[in-house]
């Protein structure tokens, strides 16, 4: 045994501090056919919690015990409701710039704003991050270190100095990143723990679409995303002939992912030397599927029906996370996360409620209408 599965046996490796999130994205779209001209999305720990739309305007809770804002804060729904009305008509206006300054006429155009807020349950330490993307690019994004904008597209160039030289706008970013947001995300936290820190276990199968194919194993319905799935000869993890498929998100809330392994220079014979192992951050036991030609799903065979119902499955994925990531994730973007400078976020928590203008945050705060322009 490796010293690593070992550890993993006794359970030490979940003493690992956690990371907990808030984040919020508004979509603003032009001319995308039955989808909402204006989206607002908020997550705790990447699931989502609250929903606008410019068709039912609305600000709503999208899990029972988001409900419980009201408790600290009764008129919670209807304040933010009214702040995404405003930040509506805000990034409609700079839509319509940025169209302008890319020379683009009609057509197909997304804008999108993402904040967000990360929180060491364990150190304190909170960090922060704020892009802004258009038609699925990189556009600008604010640098938590330095409190700055940086543009990565020279059409936002003239948009990123006159922000950086707005230092009341920048003085508030700085504070709904250090205060307002880790403050709304240990109050949610506080709400949503049991749920939030549920642990559920996958099924897991072993997929096959021809018989030259890499067998897939395949786990779907662990909460929360943070698991492990790789395959093991002989006791020892495989590096080769694998591929690790990225964790995804079902529609319910719970996520799947697949490891593959390439059995064509592997003799049936020594098909049962191989296993694979699925471990959820936190349980003790993992889940060890053996290897068998038997338990196979495929296309193939009688059992094709399970892996249609797996084409389906991924398809209702596809068309379930569509409105959360039509910004495609940008690795580059992840540049913002960076410790944030945690001694005034120490504080945060006896900020007070009625201070706060965020979970739905904060766009540039609507002002004049020249301001207003995305210049
Ligand atoms: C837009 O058009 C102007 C004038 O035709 C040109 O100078 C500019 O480079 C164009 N910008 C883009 C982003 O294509
Ligand atoms: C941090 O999170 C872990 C894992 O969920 C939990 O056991 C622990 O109590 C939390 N610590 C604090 C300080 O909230
Ligand atoms: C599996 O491995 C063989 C050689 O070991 C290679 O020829 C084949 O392309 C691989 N298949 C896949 C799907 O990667």
């Not at 409900?67 to 995404?84: K, L, N, S, Y």
């Not at 330095?146 to 504070?175: E, S």
């Not at 996370?321 to 996360?337: D, P, Q, S």
């Amino acid at each position: 045994m490796k010293i690593l599965d070992f550890l993993v046996l006794l359970g030490l490796h979940s003493a690992a501090a956690v990371i907990h999130s808030l984040k919020y994205i508004f979509t603003v779209s032009s001319q995308v056919p039955n989808f909402p001209e204006f989206v607002v999305v908020g997550m705790v720990d990447d699931v989502q919690i609250q929903h606008y739309d410019s068709i039912t305007k609305r600000l709503e809770p999208k899990q029972d015990w988001a409900h419980r804002v009201t408790e600290d804060d009764p008129q919670f729904w209807e304040r933010q409701t009214a702040g995404c009305l405003g930040y509506h008509q805000l990034f409609k206006g700079y839509i319509e710039t940025l169209k302008h300054r890319f020379n683009q006429t009609g057509g197909v155009h997304i804008f999108q704003w993402m904040v967000g807020c990360e929180w060491d349950n364990e150190t304190g330490e909170v960090s922060g991050f704020r892009q802004v993307g258009y038609n699925g690019e990189d556009l600008l994004s604010w640098d938590v270190k330095t409190n700055t904008w940086i543009a990565p597209k020279q059409q936002a160039v003239i948009t990123k100095n006159n922000w950086n030289n707005d230092k009341a706008q920048l003085a508030y970013y700085k504070h709904t990143i250090n205060q307002e947001l880790p403050y709304w995300l240990k109050m949610l936290m506080n709400y949503g723990r049991s749920s939030l820190m549920r642990t559920e276990l996958p099924s897991v199968s072993l997929l096959q679409k021809t018989p030259s194919s890499p067998v897939s194993c395949f786990a779907t319905g662990f909460y929360p995303d943070r698991a492990e799935i790789f395959w093991r000869k002989d006791g020892e993890e495989l590096h080769e002939n694998v591929e690790l498929g990225e964790i995804l998100p079902n529609h319910d809330g719970s996520f799947q992912m697949s490891v593959d392994l390439n059995l064509s220079s592997v003799i049936p014979e020594d098909w049962r030397r191989y296993e694979c192992v699925f471990h959820l951050s936190g349980v003790k036991d993992d889940i060890i599927t053996k290897l068998d030609k038997t338990e196979i799903q495929t296309n193939w065979s009688k059992t094709g029906a399970a892996m249609g119902g797996v084409v389906v499955v991924l398809l209702l994925l596809v068309v379930g996370i569509v409105g959360f990531f039509l910004w495609k994730k940008n690795k580059k973007g992840k540049e913002g996360f960076q410790p944030a400078n945690t001694s005034d976020a120490s504080s945060s928590s006896s900020s007070s409620s009625s201070s706060t203008e965020v979970p739905v945050p904060d766009g540039n705060q609507p002002r004049s209408k020249e301001e207003n322009e995305l210049q």
